[in-house]
């Protein structure tokens, strides 16, 4: 079923609002997400689909601005649906629907916008689209940090440690230790001040003790009693009150120039 009110082509409406796309094979959810999207003033075309092929379908007749996808449907999959995007010449953002919160790290693979469980919540939804909108507004900006060379004491020789090779941070109290995939070294600098400095670089705060880059996060464990990400081998312990930011970033992590 396809719901395609009145309106001009996607991605060429007016400013501030987006054409989307949702995907779902379960009815209800399907409704549910419509009716949320549609109480939002931002949201200008609904597509909707109940099957990844039918997804498919619309996607050849229709551009929009974003995709709402469940992960779990017969035959084409949202992750998918999502990889088949990633090849279109102007790609939607993709925003997973879910009730696997397991799939969040498989969902950062494809540069997701965002990862909403379910049951949805409207202001979660709204939230997501805020997102949407912000990626298209800072589209083509240079998004580069210059690199820093960090100087440590190996023996009586000083080195240069590059901060793109750094993987992870340990505090010290008034030092922090800085392991990249080979070495660690321990400088006279607090992890507080490296989180403030670095966090435009991708590091993020996933406990009091460690700072991560979040591009070398290679699984994470979100849930459960020991929530924890694994960087570089190690697996590092998230608190619980850093879960729900440490999920943010995974999400919207990409590939920059550091």
Sequence with gaps: MTTVPDAGPGRDGAAGTIDVLIADDERPVLDELELLLRRDPRVRRILRASSG????????EHSVDAAFLDIHMPGLSGFDLAAAMSRFTRPPEIVFVTADEAGAVEAFDFAAVDFILKPIRRER??????????????AGEPAGVPDEHIPVKVGDVMRVVHRRDVRWVQSHGDYARLHTETDSHLIRESI????ERWAAAGFIRVHRSFLVDRNAITTARLSGAHPAVTVAGEEIPVSRRSVGAVRDA????REEPR
């Design 53 to 60: 092929s039918e997804a498919v379908r619309l996607l050849a």
């Design 125 to 138: 939804l709204e939230r997501a689209v805020g997102r949407i909108l912000a990626g298209r507004e800072s």
């Design 192 to 195: 507080s001040d490296l989180e």
């Design 250 to 253: 995974i999400l919207h992590a």
